[in-house]
T-cell receptor, first 111, second 111 residues
Framework: AAGVIQSPRHLIKEKRETATLKCYPI?????VYWYQQGPGQDPQFLIS???????DKGSIPDRFSAQQFSDYHSELNMSSLELGDSALYFC??????????FGDGTRLSIL | QKEVEQDPGPLSVPEGAIVSLNCTYS??????FMWYRQYSRKGPELLMY????GNKEDGRFTAQVDKSSKYISLFIRDSQPSDSATYLC???????????FGQGTRLTINP
């Protein structure tokens, strides 16, 4: 079965640079979620989109923005990167009240 | 205080043992309860999904939710070395988008 696809798998950036993470949800899923998981931490919700509209917002810094496109893929844009942004970034997708299914994440390292 | 508390372990048991993993939560509005398994450098993989109180069994896995005590459990029977992973409990409220995770319990099954 198709899963959530995230790219790139690994990304290395320097401070103050920008990064774009991409997510391709499971076909026919109507909601996309973004989470940030720091080392040894549980995933923290950042933002979600339902049918291409922002549906909920969590602890997402103002330096980050996200959108969902007409083909339902989503991108997380991160600017003015800081050392503390180093983390695993997961995208998940879901349909209605069904559970969320996660991709394998993008590991972002800030030097 | 975190909304969902989970003992991070580590927990180490011999192969074939019954494993019990637990979480407590504080928000009585939580209605959906999930267990995810996360292998190193991979995304959380959905194991069990329950709504409200009760038990759910799937193969060697049993999930229990007791809303009166705000306590959720995952039991693994006949544990295998391949079950070695971090197990995350997660929950959300009715109509809510974001998942709230426990810290995760790192489990090792020794052959």
């Amino acid at each position: 079965a198709a899963g959530v696809i995230q790219s790139p798998r690994h990304l290395i950036k320097e401070k103050r640079e920008t990064a774009t993470l991409k997510c391709y949800p499971i076909p026919r899923h109507d909601t996309v979620y973004w989470y940030q998981q720091g080392p040894g931490q549980d995933p923290q919700f950042l933002i979600s989109f339902y049918e291409k509209m922002q549906s909920d917002k969590g602890s997402i810094p103002d330096r980050f923005s996200a959108q969902q496109f007409s083909d339902y893929h989503s991108e997380l844009n991160m600017s003015s990167l800081e050392l503390g942004d180093s983390a695993l970034y997961f995208c998940a997708s879901g349909l209605g009240d069904q559970p969320q299914h996660f991709g394998d994440g993008t590991r972002l390292s800030i030097l | 205080q975190k909304e969902v508390e989970q003992d991070p372990g580590p927990l180490s048991v011999p192969e074939g043992a019954i494993v019990s993993l637990n979480c407590t939560y504080s928000n009585s509005a939580f209605q959906y309860f999930m267990w995810y398994r996360q292998y190193s450098r991979k995304g959380p993989e959905l194991l069990m999904y329950t709504y409200s109180s009760g038990n759910k069994e799937d193969g060697r896995f049993t999930a229990q939710v007791d809303k009166s005590s705000k306590y959720i459990s995952l039991f693994i029977r006949d544990s295998q070395p391949s079950d070695s992973a971090t197990y995350l409990c997660a929950t959300r409220g009715e109509g809510a988008q974001k998942l709230v995770f426990g810290q995760g319990t790192r489990l090792t099954i020794n052959p």
